[in-house]
Antibody
Framework: QVQVMESGGGVVQPGGSLRLSCAAS????????MHWVRQTPGKGLEWLSF????????YYADSVKGRFTISRDNTRNTIYVQMDSLRPEDTAIYYC?????????WGQGTLVTVSS | DIQMTQSPSTLSASVGDRVTITCRAS??????LAWYQQKPGEAPKLLMD???RLKSGVPSRFSGRGSGTEFTLTISSLQPDDFATYYC?????????FGRGTKVEIK
């Protein structure tokens, strides 16, 4: 069964950092690109970042470019997003998704709250 | 960035109704459009890609049409399980963007 599961969310102060993880199972992870997407009541769904299977290419939304870094560990079937310089507007549910070639399988999401 | 405009934002309908949701792109995206369904408290679920290619397990009452800049999602006979929010999303190059969603609610 193809699954992805996010973890690492929580409450962080503005300007702080957080690293989210996404563990995958049920498919050949090392051959598949992966995405991060977030959702807020105000802005809806927002695609954030994509990483190719071999990490050769990474793409980011302008809203997070320079602050967020996507990476992966193919030995652990896991992707990460390192989120730095967090802002209140980064408060959202963060999802990872398997590239299929769109967002084929989503996790349940992890909530990130940026607040003092 | 390509802007995706969905309409209507809310749609009130009854079981058995035929409903259509429209999604417009600010520039051509050829056929590179996906539709998702989201229920409260759940992650979005992929319904179709390439504008009209239904994913495995999605009921045939769902259909998609369009190319270029204008696309539609139609539910031929609305069922109780279909009351949800629907999103379109282009994948014609990064950054991918979503429409703001259409909430299909019970009339």
């Amino acid at each position: 069964q193809v699954q992805v599961m996010e973890s690492g969310g929580g409450v962080v102060q503005p300007g702080g950092s957080l690293r989210l993880s996404c563990a995958a199972s049920g498919f050949t992870f090392s051959r598949i690109g992966m995405h991060w997407v977030r959702q807020t009541p105000g802005k809806g769904l927002e695609w954030l970042s994509f990483i190719e299977s071999d990490e050769n290419k990474r793409y980011y939304a302008d809203s997070v470019k320079g602050r967020f870094t996507i990476s992966r560990d193919n030995t652990r079937n896991t992707i990460y997003v390192q989120m730095d310089s967090l802002r209140p507007e980064d408060t959202a549910i963060y999802y990872c998704a398997k590239d299929d070639p769109v967002l084929g399988v989503w996790g349940q999401g992890t909530l990130v709250t940026v607040s003092s | 960035d390509i802007q995706m405009t969905q309409s209507p934002s809310t749609l009130s309908a009854s079981v058995g109704d035929r409903v259509t949701i429209t999604c417009r792109a600010s520039q051509t995206i050829v056929k590179w459009l996906a539709w998702y369904q989201q229920k409260p408290g759940e992650a979005p679920k992929l319904l179709m890609d390439e504008a009209s290619r239904l994913k495995s397990g999605v009921p045939s009452r769902f259909s998609g049409r369009g190319s270029g800049t204008e696309f539609t999602l139609t539910i031929s006979s609305l069922q109780p399980d279909d009351f949800a929010t629907y999103y379109c999303q282009h994948y014609y190059g990064f950054p991918w963007t979503f429409g703001r969603g259409t909430k299909v609610e019970i009339k």
